[in-house]
């Protein structure tokens, strides 16, 4: 059953019409000073959290890593002939990773020393790209 949920994030309000999943959260940035979007390393699964992270265009990305182990992020097109939009250098215990804001799209990554570690970043785009519009989730993402 799709339930429609709002989570604000800066200003924007967000309907999101999917079934419920904990994995699926649409990014908050961490303060209104620091307009960032923050994936943090887990030492279980789903390893990242949120596994599935939504975030507006314009927004940056940054992955925290409060565990004890090294981990990485590297975008799955970095493996094809595709386009490689991130790839992180191994990032330490309390250290952090951050990559500019994408244009909209899905971008699955996985960790190079942990395979068993997968998220996936979409980026989506609010009407006219402004800021406290409403947006809504496409099909061809959920």
Same mark, same amino acid.
């Given at each position: 059953m799709k339930s429609p949920r709002c989570i604000r994030h800066i200003g924007i309000c967000a309907w999101l019409l999917m079934p419920f999943s904990p994995e699926a959260v649409t990014m908050p940035a961490a303060r209104a000073d620091a307009l960032m979007a923050d994936i943090a390393f887990e030492t279980s699964a *789903?390893?990242?959290? *949120?596994?599935?992270? #939504? $975030?507006?265009?314009?927004?940056?990305?940054?992955? %925290? !890593?409060?565990?004890? %182990?090294?981990? +990485? #992020?590297?975008?799955?097109? =970095?493996?094809?002939?595709? $386009? =490689?939009?991130?790839? +992180? $250098?191994?990032?330490? *215990?309390? !250290? +952090?990773?951050?990559?500019?804001?994408?244009?909209?799209?899905?971008?699955?990554?996985? =960790?190079?020393?942990h395979p068993i570690m997968r998220g996936t970043l979409v980026v989506i785009e609010s009407p006219q790209g402004t800021v406290g519009a409403e947006i809504t989730l496409p099909d061809s993402i959920r």
């Open positions: *789903p390893y990242y959290q *949120p596994q599935l992270a #939504i $975030v507006a265009a314009g927004m940056p990305v940054r992955w %925290s !890593n409060g565990t004890a %182990s090294p981990h +990485s #992020i590297r975008h799955d097109g =970095c493996l094809t002939d595709g $386009v =490689c939009a991130f790839n +992180s $250098v191994f990032v330490p *215990p309390d !250290n +952090s990773f951050a990559i500019a804001p994408l244009p909209p799209g899905r971008y699955p990554y996985h =960790c190079e020393l």
